[in-house]
């Protein structure tokens, strides 16, 4: 049964402390650091973009397993946090950091080799759009890792009884549809079936390579996850796995040489390239065709772009008004919710 793709829905994580919930839980990052050395493992990367950085949990890593490192997401502060952590390490790969929609990517077809997008997959309604656009930015034959939360799992399990606790009228995650919804939590929370993610994968223009898990050593210590790595690709609709990390590549071959970065950028609104901008410095200009503005500054470019049907949704400042930004609907949640989106994630694994 097939249910959701739902409008572009846009989830800035800007106010929203995210690093507070990620406290305590550094073994979650060195385990998915693990899964994401064993995934690229052997593939030289020149040019990796990180889809949806956050506050930089995983760039550090990803910075060092290519030439060439590119990190976007919406929100800005945490972009600002990764540029200073990474020059303050010297970190050898970092090129480039921008204030970007995943929807619309501000790049040339064909800029990088590898893409990697953790756990941003499930705040995605549309994935058509977002996989598409993925691979439209990668080369042919070009590596996506992609996280995603499957349904049913002991994972979504745990958030079926919650919901049902706390009286949330979202629907079951074990019942039979291939996709749901269960949020918003404070963002849309979207799980699909194993099944479901491969084929929209598969129907963005990528062949599936393998699948790796992890999750069942949160709810048994003893566990020997490291070598069940590579379960999930002999059982892909395994409830055991509540995060999956799913590498594809992009269909077709190529080896040829990506331009270079300089020369990679283009209007995420009408898609024109921008020519040659300088990595150094700063500069400043309107689209050429459309006269979408973008800037780059001190390292970090802004070229965000929100259609007028996207939905976006951000957190409230505490005591402050709303945050309207986006011309379509926008969707605001208040940082102080009753809902308590740190308890959520901490036990529900959605961040
Ligand atoms: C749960 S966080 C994951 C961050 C990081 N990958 C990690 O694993 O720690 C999701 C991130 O995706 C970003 N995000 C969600 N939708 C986005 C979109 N359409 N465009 C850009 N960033 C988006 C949010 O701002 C947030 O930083």
Not at 316 to 340: C, E, F, H, I, L
């Amino acid at each position: 049964m097939a249910s959701h793709p739902g409008p572009e829905s846009v989830s800035s994580y800007e106010g929203y402390d995210f690093r507070r919930m990620w406290a305590g839980r550094e073994a979650v990052t060195e385990l998915e650091s693990g899964l994401v050395k064993t995934a690229l493992a052997g593939a030289q990367s020149d040019r990796l973009l990180e889809a949806g950085t956050g506050f930089g949990r995983m760039s550090p890593l990803l910075a060092g397993l290519a030439e060439e490192y590119v990190g976007v997401d919406l929100d800005p502060s945490g972009l600002r946090e990764i540029r200073d952590r990474l020059r303050a390490k010297d970190a050898r790969g970092l090129r480039l950091l921008g204030r970007a929609n995943l929807f619309h990517l501000p790049f040339v077809s064909g800029a990088f080799r590898t893409v990697v997008s953790i756990r941003v997959y499930h705040h995605i309604r549309d994935p058509a759009g977002f996989l598409g656009e993925l691979a439209r930015v990668l080369a042919p034959g070009g590596l996506l890792l992609l996280s995603y939360t499957p349904k049913p799992t002991i994972g979504t399990l745990e958030q079926d009884v919650r919901g049902f606790l706390h009286s949330r009228p979202t629907g079951l995650t074990w019942d039979r549809s291939d996709s749901r919804e269960c949020g918003p939590d404070p963002f849309p929370i979207v799980v699909s079936t194993s099944a479901r993610v491969r084929r929209d994968v598969r129907t963005a223009g990528f062949e599936v390579v393998r699948e790796l898990g992890e999750g069942p050593e949160r709810i048994a210590p003893w566990w020997p996850i490291r070598s069940l790595r590579g379960g999930t690709s002999t059982f892909p609709g395994s409830f055991l796995f509540p995060t999956r990390f799913l590498l594809a590549r992009r269909t077709g071959t190529g080896d040829s040489p990506l331009p270079s970065l300089d020369r990679s950028f283009a209007c995420p609104r009408c898609r024109a390239p921008t020519g040659k901008r300088s990595l150094d410095g700063s500069w400043a200009f309107p689209c050429e065709k459309c006269a979408l503005p973008m800037d780059f500054r001190d390292g970090v470019l802004d070229a965000a772009f929100l259609p007028s049907g996207a939905e976006q949704w951000t957190i409230a400042p505490p005591n402050g008004p709303p945050t309207a930004r986006a011309p379509g609907g926008n969707r605001t949640r208040d940082a102080t919710s009753s809902d308590d989106p740190i308890e959520e994630v901490r036990a529900g694994r959605n961040g």
